[in-house]
T-cell receptor
Framework: GESVGLHLPTLSVQEGDNSIINCAYS??????FIWYKQESGKGPQFIID?????DKRQGQRVTVLLNKTVKHLSLQIAATQPGDSAVYFC????????????FGTGTQLKVEL | EAQVTQNPRYLITVTGKKLTVTCSQN?????MSWYRQDPGLGLRQIYY???????DKGDVPEGYKVSRKEKRNFPLILESPSPNQTSLYFC??????????????FGPGTRLTVL
């Protein structure tokens, strides 16, 4: 069945290092993926998305990689800053499933000074 | 400032007492949606609306109602709240989900406790 999950519930990194947050999905029919950032006490914030016809997409300090062979998605944050501390979660959309998104539970990223 | 607003931000109520959580967006977005967020679970969609007077059930619609009489407003109604509806609720909007399905703008959340 469908599942969107994360490998690690908590990730601690030093300020300035790169962060990698992972996400696994099980539905090979998923054709669109999104990463969200949720700071404490706030609503989720769209970070970056990627369609299944792409392997990589870059934004400002963030890169999303999609490996369809192993159904794996990752979010890379370059030069992690204290303001990056938040919960990050992925979401997927299944082709033909309308606009329904299935959300993962999230990884807590902690940036240590 | 482009934003999605929700009211109230916090609410404690008792079982069976009808309540409404309001949601408003000022971005002229067609698509609006309600989610609930519970510990250990990802966001789950309650209801969504593709445009005015067009609403549809999400994954967990039981116990909730919505309406979309105006483009900017999408209230969530709990006719008879129960303790299992204690949760953190988010309203979201986007231009048209066909274009960028994931670029939803979320409100700040409403933490509801039903005693």
């Amino acid at each position: 069945g469908e599942s969107v999950g994360l490998h690690l519930p908590t990730l601690s990194v030093q300020e300035g290092d790169n962060s990698i947050i992972n996400c696994a999905y099980s539905n090979s029919a998923s054709d669109y993926f999104i990463w969200y950032k949720q700071e404490s006490g706030k609503g989720p914030q769209f970070i970056i998305d990627i369609r299944s016809n792409m392997d990589k997409r870059q934004g400002q300090r963030v890169t999303v990689l999609l490996n369809k062979t192993v159904k794996h998605l990752s979010l890379q944050i370059a030069a992690t800053q204290p303001g990056d501390s938040a919960v990050y979660f992925c979401a997927e959309k299944v082709a033909g499933g309308g606009n329904k998104l299935t959300f993962g539970t999230g990884t807590q990223l902690k940036v240590e000074l | 400032e482009a934003q999605v607003t929700q009211n109230p931000r916090y609410l404690i109520t008792v079982t069976g007492k009808k309540l409404t959580v309001t949601c408003s967006q000022n971005m002229n977005h067609e698509y609006m949606s309600w989610y609930r967020q519970d510990p250990g679970l990802g966001l789950r969609q309650i209801y969504y609306s593709m445009n005015v007077e067009v609403t549809d059930k999400g994954d967990v619609p039981e116990g909730y109602k919505v309406s979309r009489k105006e483009k900017r407003n999408f209230p969530l109604i709990l006719e008879s709240p129960s303790p299992n509806q204690t949760s953190l609720y988010f309203c979201a909007s986007s231009r048209r989900p066909r274009d960028v399905p994931g670029e939803q703008f979320f409100g700040p959340g409403t933490r509801l406790t039903v005693l």
